[in-house]
Each structure stands twice: as C-alpha cells, then as structure tokens.
C-alpha cells in the first residue's frame, strides 16, 4: 500500500496481491446518503436492486472512547503527535488534497496548536473532547474483517548488468502514455488508460512477456537486482530500498505501470496444481521457485502487469516509504484504507492480534496510503516497516479486524474518500 502505486494501485498487501490480485482501478463510487451528525448511522451503501437483497446496513454505527479495546492504556501521544504531523508547515499533506474534509483539517490544526500551546492537554483527554468514535461494519451488520500486512522490501544491487545482478528494473517508458479519464469524465475518477502510438493510433502498451524481451533494449534500467522473484514482488509492493555493491542504499518510488491488470501468480499455481491454496504464501512460492526455476518466467509472466520506477533522492534513510497521501510512511502507525470509504489523514483505531505472536494488537493509526487489493468496509493493510523482519510479520499477516473511525465531532461523516 504506499505511493508506490499509484493512489488506485498502491500499496496493495504483498500477501493479498500475490493471493487475492490487485484490482486495476477503483471500482465506481456506489450511490450514498451521510445522515447529520450524531445519529447513530450514517452513509449506506445501496446494493443492486433486488427484491431478495436485504438493504445494506449503514457503513458507520456510532461506538464511544470506553468501547475500543485498549484505549485506556494505550501511548495516545504519539498517535497525536502523528494525526497533527498531517498538517504541518513542512508538508500539510491534508491540506493539499482539495477532496480532505475541512472539519479534519481544522482538527489536525487545533491539535497542533495544542500540542504547541500553553494550555496543553494530555493527549488522551483532548482527543475525547474534540472526536467522536463510529465503528465500521459490514452490509450484513457484522463488525469483523480482514486485516493483512505490506513492507518496504531491501534488495541487493548493481548500477550496471553484471554477474548475478542481470535482472533489470526500469523507470518509465519514453513512449509510455498515461492518459487522465476522469479528466473529461468525471464519472471514472480515479482511471487512467495507458498505451504508446503506433502511427496514429493508440494501442495497448507492452504487456510482461514482451516488456521482458524487448525493455532491455529500448530504456537504460535504473538498477540491476540479483533475484527475478525478488524483482516481481518489489513491483508488488510498489517501492523499496536497493543496496549497491558499495554499500550504498538507493530508494525507489512507484512512477507508473504498464496499463495491463495485475494477475495473482499464487492462484496461478494453484490453478495450475502445483500448490496448494494453503502452500501459496510468499515461502511457499519461494520455495517453488528454487525447485522449479525453469518455470519462474513462465509464472512471473502470466501477470501481464508491470511496474515503472524513479529513484528517489529526497527521503531520509529514516524515512519510510511515500504513501498515496504523499506522506512517508511510519511503521506500526500507516494503513493502507479503502480510499471510496475513509478520506486520507483518518484517524483509525483498529483490533486485531500480532500474526508473530498472536497476542492483541489494538492501537491508533492512520490512514495514509490505499492499494488495489484494498476494497470493502472492515479492510486494511498494515505498514510493518521496511527490510526482512518487516517481510516476515507482513508475509504472515492475515488477521480478523475490526476498525473504528475517529472522527471531528460536528463534521458530517465522510462520503468517500479522497
């Protein structure tokens, strides 16, 4: 889930898009309704017209401070310091999106203020004096979901092709076109279409099969990497860090994709009876690949997906990854979020158990980044960090969640996101 991908593709959970598969774009806005602040319902999804469909239930259910589990012993200032982060001088991300809500704009400011003012408040207490709590379900009324994990991978690299570093990653295509739809048709927000010219007309752009067999001779790669399998899940997730033969570290950013839809390899296998659904987790599909290297290419290449990246010179090495709200990421803190459901910069507390030791996990954290796998109302992608232990707990993550939304008391619940 980080702006590694683009708003519609980012940051979707290695595990669900190796899995599950990314969606393409985002699925059109359903029809919706906020009823005024402080009923105890509001925006209700409509489903397809059915006489046998029961209505969905409303998206938010109004829930309090003293019904999320952890709260009262939980480290609210730094989930605080982070929400206020939002709209500082320096970035003031929230700010910068037109579709950001104003009353969660003029909140982050006010939070600001008082973590700087004399009159400072424990975090704790000024947060239940400023926010409402609404607890997410589902169109059933059910509260639980899913909750799965992404991480900042760490490969090993080279400037040029040599030896083992022979697997090229490129930046964006010269003739690659990237084409705005909503720009003319407001409808399609969110939707791009992407192809190059072929005389006068606009044709599909290079899908993995030819990108692999004709890239190396039309763009100069940013980095060579030494692991084909560690090349693709890179793309999967979007962004990460590559270490040079001199010890130097180099970050790449999401630029663009190759306009083709993102195909799971792991349902590719199992398709295709080499594993089972239980074997087809990123271990798993390791280990098919080290006894069956003959056949990576053919796999890698059923996803018709490819990737594009820019080297990004600007973060710190302390810095995560740059999420869809265009922030850096923060480990333990950044969820990628269903963008049609939550505004960016959403305060979210969640409920879910460590998949490393299964103990509870509920915490505050903060909508920052979305992904393609990323749809439905009680769904979310953790941002575990960056390098191998961040892959293991991301890898492993597939947990129940539920999910409440904190939110500015008198603004209207949101509409969608943006």
């Avoid at 407001?186 to 993995?208: H, I, S, T």
């Avoid at 594009?308 to 850096?328: D, S, T």
């Amino acid at each position: 889930m980080f702006k590694p991908l683009p708003c519609w593709w980012a940051s979707a959970a290695l595990v669900t898009a190796i899995l599950s598969g990314c969606a393409s774009s985002p699925t059109p806005k359903t029809a919706d309704c906020v009823c005024p602040a402080g009923e105890t319902s509001a925006k209700i999804d409509k489903k397809a017209d059915s006489k046998d469909e029961k209505p969905a239930q409303p998206l938010f259910v109004k829930s309090d401070f003293s019904e999320l589990p952890g709260w009262s012993s939980s480290n609210h200032s730094k989930f605080l310091e982070a929400f206020a982060e939002q709209c500082s001088a320096n970035g003031n991300a929230l700010a910068k999106r037109k579709a950001t809500p104003s009353g969660l704009l003029d909140t982050c400011r006010k939070a600001r203020h008082n973590m700087t003012g004399n009159a400072l408040l424990p975090a704790q207490i000024w947060m239940e004096a400023n926010f409402d709590v609404w607890q997410f379900q589902q169109e059933d009324g059910k509260k639980e979901g899913l909750l799965t994990g992404y991480f900042e991978p760490m490969l090993k690299g080279s400037r040029k092709a040599q030896g083992a570093y022979n697997v090229p990653l490129f930046g964006v295509p010269s003739d690659l076109i990237s084409v705005k739809l909503d720009d003319v048709y407001p409808e399609l927000k969110g939707k791009r279409l992407r192809g190059r010219l072929q005389g006068d007309a606009l044709v599909p752009f290079f899908n993995r099969a030819e990108w692999e067999r004709l890239g190396p001779d039309r763009e100069k790669p940013v980095v060579w990497v030494n692991d084909k399998l560690d090349a693709f899940l890179l793309q999967v997730q979007g962004s990460g860090r590559v270490e040079l033969q001199d010890g130097n570290v180099i970050r790449l950013s999401y630029a663009d994709q190759n306009g083709h839809p993102y195909k799971s390899i792991g349902k590719v296998l199992v398709d295709r009876g080499e594993l089972t659904a239980a074997q087809a987790t990123i271990p798993g599909i390791r280990n098919w690949a080290k006894t069956n290297p003959g056949k990576l290419e053919d796999l890698l290449n059923a996803n018709p997906s490819v990737v594009f990246f820019k080297e990004n010179k600007v973060l710190r090495p302390q810095e995560g990854p740059v999420g869809a709200m265009g922030v850096p990421l923060t480990a333990g803190l950044s969820l990628a979020i269903d963008r049609e459901k939550i505004p960016y910069g959403s305060p979210i507390w969640i409920a879910s158990t460590d998949p490393l030791t299964n103990k509870p996990m509920t915490q505050g954290t903060l909508a920052q980044d979305t992904g393609g796998a990323i749809r439905g109302r009680v769904r979310a992608d953790y941002f575990w960090g960056t390098g191998t232990k961040a892959g293991e707990a991301a890898g492993l993550t597939r947990q129940p969640l539920k999910m409440w939304l904190i939110w500015p008391k008198g603004t209207p619940l949101p509409e969608s996101g943006s």
